[in-house]
């Protein structure tokens, strides 16, 4: 929504202002197709590059407010989170050199925002979700302080009335609540534009839909969130979740989710488009709109259609329609919204020269896309890909069909073609969509992530393994090889490095017991699994009290043939606790001036983790 002053829909007045330039754009916008106003013959690409701020110990760099200011560049942008920012490229017409021109603008501006990162000690890393993020750089003092996203941010948690919960199991699984939208900041994706003639929107539109699976399985990047492996392309499912209103009641309904694929075909044209997403989704922010469209139109003046581009910015769909105007033309434009940022610059620069020569490459038989393909195989598509990557099989136009067999055989030669018939210069064609080929053969971003991620896991702590991981994310991606040349991580990098909060050296698997438990059930816990403390949970999940070795030793010696004795009875329940933020440096004095060989780690109140002397020890010795 750019810099637009924009508020919740709760004062009726603006509501109703608004509603009323709303359905007055979508007359306009119709009565402009019909005119034919809106710009034709002509393609062009544009993008929105998202990226991450890191601090020099690999984790997020909340300081976005500072290093935008210090850039003083229109073509950055905020972002809801304050280790996010967001580069808005200029549109270029699809010829010639375009893309290298591109490439060329995004290398110097994403260079300014290194230098002045770099002053604030931060670097910029281009990541679909940054493995070192972490439960505590989703609170809300890490939220933009802009009134856009604090309204956003009310919006979505009042449509949907309560907390968000997410839910997302890959090979592990991740089950949360959370209470605001800020979970959807762990999400930054490379954003491709293209320029579409308004008689050809809907055909094209449902070929972007159509070729969505097989594009998003050869750009997976995104397979960690909070050091679970879930899906290859995680932000597809947290990106719903994190912003879903739905709401949850006991009737069996159909709801349809801000963030969509899409339930069918499109037909028509792009403003019956808009109708669907009006009549289905309610209106959660308005603003203040002075010009009047349809006067406007009648008095020869292009119209921003601003209550229009408001509506369509809260609703995300994976391929957006967008209209957009200048002073003096107005077009119409499909916006990729799934492909994630990174691993590298040319390896989003070879996503965006595949994506647009598949829609320019269409054939004659692709062009009726909706009369060879059910839309459930396509959504069906979507979905494989976000989970399985590269992987995955494709349902494509009657038969069952590999990612890799389906681009390398069809999809590229038709990429190809796209290109040269937009007369795009060949050896930039063939240097960017080689790269495709070769990633096709060898390794995605999320295969890479994972394959180090599981050899890391063996020998350190899951906070060192996603240090490491991003420590060389960062070093590959300024040697500016792609992808498929990324060797594997190659020393173990030293124990609890860069940490610095007991959240970063704890266990995060932790043995409890329940209070009402049989005290030998937790005498066994003990003895199975060679663990000295055990901490006991009340039957509402907050921790209550402790269990250690030397209670057992007490418990043996006085255990009776016919004890019944219970966890409660045993335990301790004056104990001392620390939250994840702590700094490890206050926990060592801590335990030493307690004498506890254990901290246990809460969040809310309950266990997240525990911290026990051998961790310390580990850590001073680092």
């Not at 020099?56 to 407010?65: E, G, I, L, T, V």
């Not at 260079?111 to 979700?129: D, M, N, Q």
């Not at 594009?215 to 969130?225: A, D, E, K, Q, R």
């Not at 965006?352 to 038989?365: D, E, P, Q, S, Y």
């Amino acid at each position: 929504m750019g810099n637009q002053v924009v508020s919740s829909a709760n004062d009726q007045s603006t509501r109703t202002s608004f509603i009323q330039h709303l359905l007055n754009d979508v007359k306009c916008l119709e009565m402009m197709l019909d005119k034919k106003v809106i710009e034709s013959g002509i393609s062009r690409i544009g993008a929105e590059q998202e990226l991450c701020l890191i601090s020099k110990n690999y984790r997020p760099q909340n300081n976005a407010d500072l290093i935008l200011k210090d850039i003083n560049d229109p073509h950055f942008t905020n972002e809801l989170a304050l280790y996010n920012l967001e580069i808005n490229l200029e549109p270029l017409e699809l010829k010639g050199d375009c893309f290298d021109q591109m490439e060329n603008h995004l290398r110097a501006f994403l260079k300014k925002a290194s230098t002045a990162a770099a002053k604030r000690e931060a670097y910029v890393l281009l990541s679909g979700i940054l493995p070192t993020i972490s439960k505590t750089e989703l609170s809300f003092e890490f939220m933009t302080p802009k009134p856009r996203y604090t309204a956003l941010n009310e919006m979505m948690l009042g449509a949907r009335g309560t907390d968000f919960n997410l839910h997302i199991k890959g090979v592990d699984e991740l089950s949360l609540t959370h209470d605001s939208v800020l979970m959807e900041a762990c999400n930054t994706s490379f954003q491709m534009h293209l320029q579409v003639d308004p008689d050809d929107f809907i055909s094209s539109y449902n070929w972007a839909q159509a070729i969505s699976g097989p594009v998003l399985g050869i750009c997976t990047n995104s397979p960690l969130l909070l050091g679970r492996e879930l899906w290859n392309e995680t932000r597809i499912a947290l990106f719903q979740q994190s912003i879903d209103t739905r709401q949850l009641t006991y009737a069996l309904k159909d709801q349809i989710s801000r963030v969509s694929f899409g339930e069918f075909w499109e037909s028509g044209s792009i403003t019956d488009i808009y109708k669907n997403e009006i009549a289905q989704h309610k209106i959660l922010l308005s603003r203040e709109i002075k010009s009047d469209s349809l006067k406007e139109l009648q008095e020869g003046i292009i119209p921003k259609l601003k209550a229009l581009n408001v509506y369509n910015g809260t609703i995300y769909r994976w391929n957006r329609p967008c209209y957009g105007a200048t002073s003096d033309s107005a077009h119409l434009r499909i916006e990729n919204r799934y492909i994630p940022a990174g691993p590298t610059i040319i390896d989003q620069m070879a996503n965006f020269a595949f994506w647009v020569g598949l829609m320019k490459g269409r054939t004659i038989a692709h062009k009726e896309i909706h009369n060879h393909m059910d839309f459930e195989d396509v959504k069906s598509n979507f979905i494989k890909a976000a989970r399985n990557g590269k992987g995955s099989i494709m349902n494509w136009r009657g038969r069952q069909v590999s990612v890799r067999d389906l681009v390398t055989r069809e999809l590229l030669p038709m990429a190809y073609d796209g290109l040269s018939y937009m007369n795009v210069d060949r050896s930039s064609a063939e240097r960017l969509l080689s790269i495709i080929d070769a990633r096709t053969i060898g390794q995605t971003g999320a295969q890479w992530s994972i394959r180090n991620y599981r050899k890391l896991k063996r020998t350190t702590r899951k906070d060192d393994a996603l240090l490491a991981l991003t420590k060389y994310m960062y070093k590959y991606q300024n040697e500016e090889k792609p992808i498929h040349e990324w060797p594997e991580i190659p020393d173990r990098p030293r124990t609890h490095e860069n940490a610095t909060q007991v959240g970063h050296i704890m266990s995060t698997r932790v043995f409890t017991v329940q209070q009402d438990d049989l005290a030998e059930l937790a005498t066994q816990i003990i003895q199975w699994k060679n663990i000295h403390h055990v901490p006991v949970e009340c039957q509402n999940g907050e921790i209550c009290g402790l269990l250690t070795w030397t209670h057992m030793q007490r418990f043996f010696k006085n255990q009776s043939k016919d004890s019944v004795e219970t966890v409660k009875d045993i335990m301790i329940t004056d104990i001392i606790t620390a939250s994840p933020e702590m700094p490890i440096s206050e926990a060592i004095p801590l335990m030493k001036k307690h004498e506890i060989g254990c901290l246990p780690i809460l969040h809310d109140k309950h266990l997240v983790g525990i911290v026990t002397i051998k961790d310390i020890k580990q850590y001073d010795q680092d």
